[in-house]
């Protein structure tokens, strides 16, 4: 306008940052995402070896081969074990996830937020930057008309 280019307040700093807060939260809402498909398949995992354990248990206690009663006990006492020991590895990984989301859901979302806000900033100043120049233009052409008369 007037002859001068209009200039938008940048800072690449600022870019650069924005586009590593958006790098990593897409890392984080991707991982959020596997975690929970890995949370879903150790529940399955946990549900498949509680029904293994509880087959085995009593598979043993009807089987009348003694040999085969302490193979079928052991398979059970096996299985219920390694449930458990799977059931903690779930306990970890859902905390863990808890952590992540409460990072990716508080923390990242609140600095995109701070950076719209930056950015509405940016652009209501860029605007009365340029209202200032208009007025500013206007107000040396009116005295430069006032001398002329």
């Not at 280019?5 to 924005?18: A, D, F, H, M």
């Not at 074990?81 to 990072?103: G, I, M, N, R, Y």
């Not at 200032?132 to 008369?149: D, P």
Request: charged share 30%.
């Amino acid at each position: 306008m007037f002859g001068e280019e209009v200039q938008i307040t940048r800072s690449e700093e600022v870019e650069k940052s924005l586009e590593r807060l958006a790098n990593l939260h897409n890392l984080y809402n991707d991982m959020t995402k596997v975690l929970t498909q890995y949370l879903n398949a150790l529940k399955h995992l946990i549900q498949a070896e509680d029904l293994l354990a509880k087959f085995f248990a009593e598979a043993g206690i009807h089987e009348l081969d003694t040999s085969l009663r302490a193979d079928f006990t052991a398979y059970g006492e096996q299985h219920r074990h390694f449930s458990k020991v799977t059931q903690e590895l779930a306990a970890s990984e859902q905390t863990f996830q808890d952590h992540v989301s409460t990072f990716f859901n508080k923390a990242i979302e609140d600095c995109f937020l701070t950076a719209r806000k930056h950015d509405s900033a940016r652009v209501e100043f860029d605007a009365f930057k340029s209202k200032l120049a208009t007025l500013e233009h206007e107000a040396t052409k009116g005295s430069n008309q006032k001398v002329s008369i």
